[in-house]
C-alpha cells in the first residue's frame, strides 16, 4: 500500500472519503445532535479524540490480535477510549456533557470508528493510521459543525448559541443572533437534520460534478495543444 | 359495402393527465367559491399567490432539469397542488409564508423525487404540515367565518395585512380571529367541559362549526361529480369517511358526553376535502381496488385517533402523509391475481 500519500489521505478523509457525506456512516449522533452549531462541535470533537486514539492503538496491537477474534478486540478499545471521554466530559465540559446526554456513550457504536479500525487502522503502520484518524475526524466533525450552524441559523436565528459551554464564560459574545427573526422550527426538528443533510450531499455532489467537468475540459485542453505542438 | 364497427368498446375513457387534473380543477371551484363566500377574500389571494409561484417554480426546476417546459406546465398538475395548499393554509397567511410552502412542495417534495407521477408524498400536504409545525401560531390564525365576525376586513385592508402584517386601526390579531370548531371542541374538551355544554356556543351549526360545514357539503359536490365523472375511485372515499365514522360511532356511543357525534368529524376540518380531493391523488395513493379500500380506512381511523389524541387539531394531512408512505406496501400484498395464473394446487 505504498501508493497512499499523507496528502491523499487527509483529502480523502475530509472529502472524497467524508465518512458523513460519502460513505453515511455514524447518521444516528450526526442527525440527532446537530441542532446546534455548538452541539455538533462538541460531538464532533469528542468522536475526533475517540477516532484517534482507536486508529493508534488499533494499528499497535494489529499483529498480536488474531483475526478470528479481532472485532471483539475494537469494540473494547474503543468502548474504553469512549468511557474515558464521557467521564472527562462530564468533569470539564459538564453542562456540554447533559446537553449531549446519551450521545456521548453511543459514539461507541459510531459505525464510522469501527469501521476505520477495521478497514484502514488494522492494515497499516501508526503513522498512516494516526494521519486517517485525524483527517476522518476532522472531516466528520467539520461537517456536524456546518449541518449544525445551518439548522441553528434557520431553526432559531442564532449562531454559535451557548458557546460559553465549551469555551467557557468569555466566549459569550461569540454568539451571533439575528433580531427580529422568527425561526423556521422545522429545522431544529428531526425532519430538518434530514433535510439538511440531503441538501449538504447535493452541494458537494453539485462541487464534485463541477470540479469534474473542469478537469476533463483540462485534458481536453492539453491534449489540443500536444495536437497543435505535433 | 360498408360495415359499421358496432362492437365494443363504444364509449372510450380520456385518460390523460391534463383532462384528469381540469376535472380536479373544475370540481375544486364550488368549495372554493364558499370558502371565498365564508372566509372574504384572503381566500382568493391565496389561491392566486399560490397557483402563480407553483406554476414559478414549477418552470424554474423544469429548466434547472433541462426538460421542456410547456407540457409540464399545462399538465395543470401544479395548479391542483397550489389550489389544496391555499384551502387548506387560513385566509389571512402572510404572503411569504404561501410561497415558501409552495416551494417546498414543487421543489423538494414534487421535483427533487423526479416530478409528477414519482413523489411517494402528496406535495401540497405536505408543504401544509411543513408550515404546521414551522409557525403553529400563523398556521391557526384562522379568521372566524364571516357569520360571526365582528369585524369585517375590506379586500385592500386584507392585502395589507398579508404584505405587511399591518392591520387597520386598532385591531389586533386576536380580534380578528377566532379558534376553529376542532380547536374549540379540543380545548373546551381538555377543560373537563361536556360536549352538550360546549355546544350552546353559537359558533356551532347542524353538525360541525358555523360556516364550516357548508364549505364541506359544497367540496362533497365536487367530489361527488368526480366520482361520477371516474375521475377519482369511489373506493377512498368511502373507506375513508366509513373509518371515521366508525371509529367516531363507537366512541360516541360508549360516551356522547366526551366524544363527539361521528358527523361532526365528518363535517369539520378537512375531512371532506381529504376523503375525495387529496387522499385520491392518483401518484401518492393505492392503485390496487382492495388496496384504496384499506387505504382509505387506515387514513380515516388515523384521522380519528390523531384529532382525538394527538397534539393538533385537524389530522388529515398527518394521516394521508403517514398512510402515502404505506400504499407501496398496502398495493404489494393487494396485488389482483392476474387471469389464469392462480396459485398451484400440490396435488
Known amino acids: 500500500m505504498s501508493d497512499i500519500t499523507y496528502r491523499n489521505l487527509i483529502v480523502d478523509g475530509l472529502w472524497h472519503n467524508n465518512q458523513a457525506l460519502v460513505a453515511l456512516l455514524g447518521l444516528c449522533p450526526l442527525l440527532a445532535v446537530s441542532n446546534t452549531a455548538i452541539n455538533g462541535l462538541g460531538l464532533g470533537l469528542a468522536t475526533t479524540v475517540v477516532l484517534v486514539a482507536s486508529n493508534t492503538t488499533v494499528s499497535l496491537i494489529r499483529n498480536f490480535v488474531r483475526p478470528e477474534v479481532r472485532l471483539p478486540v475494537f469494540v473494547l478499545v474503543i468502548a474504553s477510549f469512549v468511557t474515558a471521554i464521557e467521564l472527562g466530559m462530564n468533569a470539564y465540559f459538564h453542562e456540554l456533557h447533559k446537553i449531549l446526554g446519551i450521545f456521548i456513550p453511543l459514539i461507541v457504536t459510531n459505525c464510522t470508528i469501527i469501521g476505520r479500525a477495521e478497514a484502514f487502522a488494522s492494515k497499516n503502520n501508526l503513522r498512516r493510521s494516526l494521519v486517517d484518524g485525524i483527517s476522518i475526524g476532522i472531516g466528520f466533525t467539520l461537517v456536524l459543525l456546518i449541518l449544525g450552524g445551518m439548522r441553528e441559523l434557520i431553526g432559531q436565528g442564532t449562531l454559535f448559541d451557548q458557546s460559553h459551554l465549551m469555551f467557557g464564560e468569555a466566549a459569550r459574545g461569540m454568539t451571533l443572533k439575528i433580531e427580529n427573526f422568527h425561526g423556521m422550527l422545522v429545522a431544529i426538528l428531526p425532519p430538518g437534520a434530514f433535510i439538511g443533510l440531503g441538501l449538504l450531499i447535493m452541494v458537494k455532489n453539485l462541487i464534485d460534478k463541477r470540479l469534474a467537468v473542469r478537469a476533463m475540459a483540462k485534458t481536453e485542453y492539453a491534449e489540443e495543444i500536444r495536437g497543435l505542438a505535433n | ?347
Open chain 2, 1 to 347: 359495402m360498408e360495415f359499421h364497427t358496432l362492437s365494443s368498446p363504444h364509449t372510450k375513457r380520456v385518460n390523460r393527465v391534463d383532462k384528469v387534473m381540469l376535472q380536479v380543477v373544475l370540481a375544486l371551484i364550488p368549495g372554493i367559491t364558499a370558502m371565498i363566500f365564508y372566509f372574504g377574500w384572503g381566500v382568493l389571494i391565496n389561491v392566486v399567490l399560490a397557483c402563480l409561484s407553483a406554476v414559478a417554480f414549477e418552470a424554474m426546476v423544469i429548466r434547472l432539469r433541462k426538460r421542456p417546459v410547456m407540457p409540464v406546465l399545462f399538465d395543470l398538475s401544479a395548479i391542483v397542488t397550489a389550489l389544496l395548499f391555499a384551502v387548506a393554509i387560513p385566509p389571512l397567511l402572510p404572503w411569504w409564508l404561501v410561497v415558501m410552502g409552495m416551494a417546498f412542495a414543487i421543489i423538494m417534495v414534487k421535483q427533487m423525487y423526479g416530478g409528477l407521477g414519482y413523489n411517494p408524498f402528496n406535495p401540497a400536504m405536505a408543504a401544509y404540515v411543513l408550515l404546521l409545525i414551522s409557525y403553529p401560531v400563523e398556521m391557526t390564525s384562522w379568521m372566524p367565518p364571516y357569520l360571526l365576525a365582528e369585524h369585517q376586513l375590506t379586500l385592500s385592508q386584507i392585502l395589507a395585512f398579508k404584505l405587511s402584517g399591518i392591520l387597520p386601526g386598532e385591531l389586533t390579531l386576536d380580534a380578528i380571529t377566532m379558534a376553529t370548531p376542532l380547536d374549540q371542541m379540543r380545548t373546551n374538551l381538555d377543560l373537563n367541559q361536556m360536549i352538550s355544554e360546549i355546544r350552546l356556543s353559537p359558533l356551532w351549526g347542524d353538525f360541525g362549526g358555523l360556516g364550516w360545514e357548508w364549505i364541506g357539503n359544497w367540496f362533497l359536490m365536487g367530489g361527488i361529480w368526480m366520482v361520477y365523472k371516474r375521475t377519482i375511485t369511489w373506493q377512498i372515499p368511502l373507506a375513508f369517511l366509513t373509518g371515521l365514522v366508525s371509529m367516531a360511532t363507537i366512541f360516541w356511543l360508549f360516551d356522547a358526553e366526551s366524544f363527539p357525534f361521528p358527523l361532526f368529524h365528518v363535517f369539520s376540518g378537512g375531512v371532506i376535502l381529504g376523503a375525495f380531493f387529496i387522499a385520491t391523488d392518483p401518484v401518492t395513493a393505492c392503485t390496487t381496488r382492495a388496496g384504496q379500500l384499506i387505504y382509505g380506512a387506515a387514513i380515516g381511523v388515523l384521522v380519528y385517533l390523531i384529532r382525538t389524541w394527538g397534539g393538533y387539531p385537524d389530522a388529515v394531512a398527518f394521516a394521508v402523509l403517514l398512510m402515502n408512505m404505506a400504499a407501496p406496501t398496502i398495493d404489494y400484498y393487494t396485488r389482483p391475481r392476474t387471469y389464469g395464473h392462480g396459485e398451484v394446487k400440490s396435488e
